[in-house]
């Protein structure tokens, strides 16, 4: 992949704080920020299981 | 030109059949629609992102000190109201190895099966467009494939004037692209490069040579100089030989294209997180609630379900949804290629509240 992201914050978002993870939050060093989608095309979440693969864990919602 | 090489190039053109309508493959080539800022936005240089006009995108790597200013600006060639302007703003003339940047539109693979490439008819490809910059200077274009790591480049001149560039590449017998909605065909203008990619030959036919033939070594930094600009716009990909006329479509036309990899409840060119009502999201809140949400439907269909980040109409705080008069923590959860919910987590908003919104959604390849 040639686009690179650097997450400073990757964590997981719960339906109504329930127990279903539903998004992704993260937050780059570029000062961006969103909600990911479990969607194996979405660049995000590429970004991350790539973030994830090199050993980084998502953080549990709070 | 004369009368028979008219005739000769006409009849090349409807022998590829480039006569008809949708010839340019590239979105936002006439650089009309500039959703995230029709403004200026200036110190990049460190991170990758698209940052004003829709579908081109800024690739970095190698981190150069160089930064840049960019903005959608009106001064184009004739028939042009807007082009792509780059302005150096800190110059980088000791360039590490590993130092590349590049102004790019990936393509998906749907969308150019017409090419034919990894097939004995792998057709001609054509691009075409208009530059200038501050001075003569020399820049590589080229088109890299995904999956298979195929690349070809051809180096073009730019003046102080803007001049129609164009350069034919041969059909690539090798390397299918899928039929799929991924980024397999990226069309890339190199301005800044280590030797890392330019210590090779320039790779003028299809190659997987790797780096190093990417870039032309005889190329110009845009970084050489705080005077340095660069300046695109009718930048055309298509079947053939021939560089047919730029392929013209309604901003509206350029507009849901574009909004198929973004698109944002503001106004066009109105920056995300900026302090407004126009165009916001709203509905009353009849009893107290704490997850109070919106379902978003999306202006088009968009590439997959998107990312969305919230923001406050009233401050422009991002992740927050706006009672009539306090922002609420807000997230993003359910996500689809129609639409997404975005609600207020667990922060009670009061009956007869307006819940407010900004978004934006990010489906780029």
């Excluded at chain 2, 294209?257 to 066009?268: I, K, M, V």
């Amino acid at each position: 992949m040639e686009n690179t992201i650097t997450f400073t914050t990757v964590k997981y978002i719960t339906l109504k704080g329930g127990s279903e993870n539903i998004s992704i939050y993260f937050e780059t060093d570029g000062g961006e920020s969103g909600f990911a989608p479990f969607d194996s095309a979405n660049r995000h979440y590429q970004a991350i299981l790539e973030w994830v693969a090199e050993g980084n864990t998502i953080a549990e919602a709070d | 030109m004369t009368k028979a090489a008219e005739l000769a190039k006409m009849g090349e053109v409807l022998t590829n059949s480039q006569i008809g309508g949708r010839r340019n493959i590239v979105i936002n080539g006439g650089m009309q629609v500039a959703q995230r800022s029709s403004s200026a936005v200036t110190g990049i240089g460190a991170s990758d992102g698209y940052f004003t006009c829709d579908r081109w995108n800024f690739n970095t790597n190698g981190n150069s000190a160089g930064r840049l200013t960019m903005s959608q600006a009106s001064d184009g060639p004739s028939g042009f109201a807007n082009c792509l302007k780059l302005e150096c703003t800190t110059a980088d003339t000791s360039i590490a190895a590993a130092e590349r940047f590049f102004i790019e539109q990936k393509l998906e693979g749907q969308d150019v099966q017409q090419l034919k490439k990894g097939t004995s008819d792998a057709e001609k490809i054509t691009i075409s467009f208009y530059v200038k910059g501050h001075d003569s200077a020399t820049y590589t274009v080229g088109l890299y494939e995904g999956t298979s790591g195929r690349k070809i480049a051809a180096t073009f001149p730019v003046t102080t004037s803007w001049v129609r560039q164009t350069v034919t590449f041969d059909g690539d017998t090798s390397g299918v692209i899928p039929d799929n909605n991924t980024a397999q065909l990226h069309l890339r203008f190199y301005l800044h490069a280590g030797s890392n990619y330019t210590s090779g030959t320039l790779g003028t036919s299809w190659n997987a040579d790797g780096n190093t033939t990417q870039i032309s070594s005889d190329g110009n930094s845009f970084f050489e100089s705080t005077s340095a600009t660069f300046f695109l716009t009718g930048v055309q990909l298509e079947v053939g030989s021939q560089a047919t006329p730029f392929e013209h479509r309604s901003f509206g036309e350029e507009l849901a294209l574009c909004q198929r990899y973004y698109q944002q409840s503001y106004a066009h060119g109105t920056v995300a997180g900026t302090a407004t009502n126009t165009n916001r999201v709203i509905r009353f809140v009849d009893a107290t609630q704490s997850y109070a949400g919106h379902w978003i439907a999306f202006k088009t269909e968009m590439r997959v379900a998107a990312t969305g980040t919230p923001y406050s109409p009233g401050t422009g705080t991002v992740n927050k949804i706006r009672s009539d008069s306090a922002d609420h923590p807000a997230v993003f959860g359910q996500s689809a290629t129609h639409g997404m919910h975005a609600y207020a987590n667990n922060s009670s908003i009061g009956t007869s509240n307006g819940l407010n919104l900004h978004y934006k959604a990010d489906a780029e390849l």
